[in-house]
């Protein structure tokens, strides 16, 4: 059974036809908290954040590259990023997930 704030994220989440939306969910001196929906066959370059973060997936299918490394991006799957580290992602589906930046 989910819990109100599972509910809640999952009625945030919708896609473009093409392309990618964000939604700050959270923004706080510690940690700022944003969901991102990624449209089937949309991409990311590589970049790089100057914060460490967790990347959680709450639904689709892709692929994140993590330091020159493939992670499946399905439901449920917990991502951790060091700061500075080269990352970039594809959607294959439709695509949604929270990112988690830590503020230090």
């Known amino acids: 059974m989910m819990d109100e ?3 809640y994220i999952k009625e945030l989440i919708e896609y473009s036809k093409n392309g990618i939306l964000s939604k700050e969910i ?3 001196k510690k940690m700022n ?4 929906c990624m449209a089937k066959n949309t991409e990311m370059s590589e970049h ?4 460490e973060g967790i990347v959680y997936v709450l639904e689709g299918n892709g692929i994140f590259n993590l330091n020159g490394k493939d992670i499946s991006m399905l439901p449920g799957t ?3 990023m060091k700061k500075n580290s080269p990352h970039s992602l594809t959607a294959h ?5 929270l990112l988690l930046l830590c503020n230090n």
């Open 5 to 7: 704030s599972s509910k």
């Open 26 to 28: 959270v923004k706080s």
């Open 33 to 36: 908290a944003t969901l991102f």
């Open 48 to 51: 790089t954040s100057t914060k």
């Open 78 to 80: 917990f991502i951790h």
């Open 93 to 97: 589906e439709n695509t949604s997930f």
